[in-house]
């Protein structure tokens, strides 16, 4: 056991790092129906370098273990073996995008990536040159690095677009399909109860009393809000809350039941608050009611198309995927072994 550990501490460097400590970026550590993936390619995925120099600024002791015990390295290995299967079945998706005639070039992917690099910089008010040197500086490798791994990650990522997209063309929803749903759901197409309200809010009860009386009196609601209102966000609109409905936050529960079964003109109030005393009057009520059909079929014609493209691309997939994956050589070549 101490000599299987002894050589697992000599094969550290090599298998975790060989680009670093040994030159090896070549190294072929898996072949996947006759296209490989590199050392290069791994360490680059798999981040270690990175991870573990986070890992040793947080937490020293963890970095040892890690990287001094022979459980720590082999949970390493684990990890670092899990990052290439990972990277074996994204080559398989790219191999089965062009094996059902879609064709993802370098030169297409390199542009968008490029394209990519260059807005997230200027969002950062930088240059590529910059970008380049602010990576280096926090241990993410410098820019050609992360194209690298940005390409590989677009590339699977555009097959798997590409193919949905293949795959799911001829689905389509009927008219009868979207009227069960819109029956089915009527709940979704319920607009809410809102109301358009006018308030007054005093910090006392005989301030709000005082409003009461001269809107009692005749005078105009929104001229006493703008008059009496300690309300900053209203009171120089007259007292105009605008529409909202019941779960408005604003309102306090036991106002809200009052005044959304007031009718429109009522002057309600005042009542004590959270905020003060306040005295509201109903302008406009728009009831609960029923969205047309028509209004709302295009939304649900989108949801049933994308329920459907989802469900034809999950069975496709999981069963296309499967057979390819079986019907593909497979070498897994990771520390100088076959599997």
């Given at each position: 056991m101490r000599k299987m550990f002894l050589l697992l501490i000599l094969l550290l460097p090599i298998v975790l790092f060989?680009?670093?400590?040994?030159?090896?970026?070549?190294?072929?550590?898996?072949?996947?129906?006759?296209?490989?993936?590199?050392?290069?390619?791994?360490?680059?995925e798999a981040d270690l370098s990175r991870i573990l120099k986070g890992i040793a600024s947080i937490d020293t002791r963890f970095f040892d273990v890690?990287?001094?015990?022979?459980?720590?390295?082999?949970?390493?290995?684990?990890?670092?073996?899990?990052?290439?299967?990972d990277m074996v079945d994204q080559l398989l998706i790219q191999q089965l995008a062009r094996k059902e005639g879609i064709d993802i070039s370098d030169e297409e992917v390199g542009k968008i990536v490029s394209k990519r690099l260059e807005d997230t910089a200027k969002s950062l008010g930088a240059t590529i040159e910059e970008l380049d040197k602010f990576l280096k500086e926090s241990g993410f490798g410098d820019i050609e690095k992360l194209k690298k791994r940005l390409k590989w990650a677009l590339k699977t990522q555009l097959s798997l677009e590409r193919l949905k997209e293949k795959v799911t063309a001829s689905a389509t929803v009927t008219e009868d399909e979207v009227k069960s749903y819109y029956e089915n759901n009527?709940?979704?197409?319920?607009?809410q109860s809102s109301i358009h309200a006018l308030r007054i809010l005093t910090k006392t009860k005989e301030d709000a009393e005082k409003a009461?009386?001269?809107?009692?009196?005749?005078?105009?609601?929104?001229?006493?809000?703008?008059?009496?209102?300690v309300d900053e966000l209203t009171k120089h609109t007259g007292g105009d809350m605008g529409w909202f409905t019941k779960d408005a936050p604003f309102l306090d529960e036991d106002v809200k039941k009052i005044i959304f079964n007031a009718p429109v003109g009522a002057i309600l109030g005042p009542y004590k608050t959270s905020k003060g005393w306040e005295i509201y009057k109903i302008v406009e009520i728009k009831r609960a009611s029923l969205i047309p059909l028509e209004k709302v079929k295009e939304d649900i014609v989108n949801i049933l198309l994308s329920d459907k493209k989802n469900r034809m691309w999950n069975d496709w997939l999981k069963k296309s995927f499967?057979?390819?994956?079986?019907?593909?050589?497979?070498?897994?070549l990771l520390g100088g072994g076959k599997e």
């Open positions: 060989p680009q670093q400590e040994t030159g090896a970026s070549t190294e072929v550590v898996a072949m996947v129906n006759g296209e490989v993936i590199t050392m290069e390619m791994l360490n680059l890690l990287t001094t015990t022979q459980e720590g390295i082999m949970f390493l290995l684990r990890y670092k073996k899990e990052v290439l299967n009527k709940d979704q197409f319920k607009t009461l009386d001269l809107i009692r009196s005749g005078e105009d609601f929104s001229k006493v809000a703008s008059d009496l209102s499967n057979e390819f994956k079986k019907q593909s050589k497979v070498e897994i």
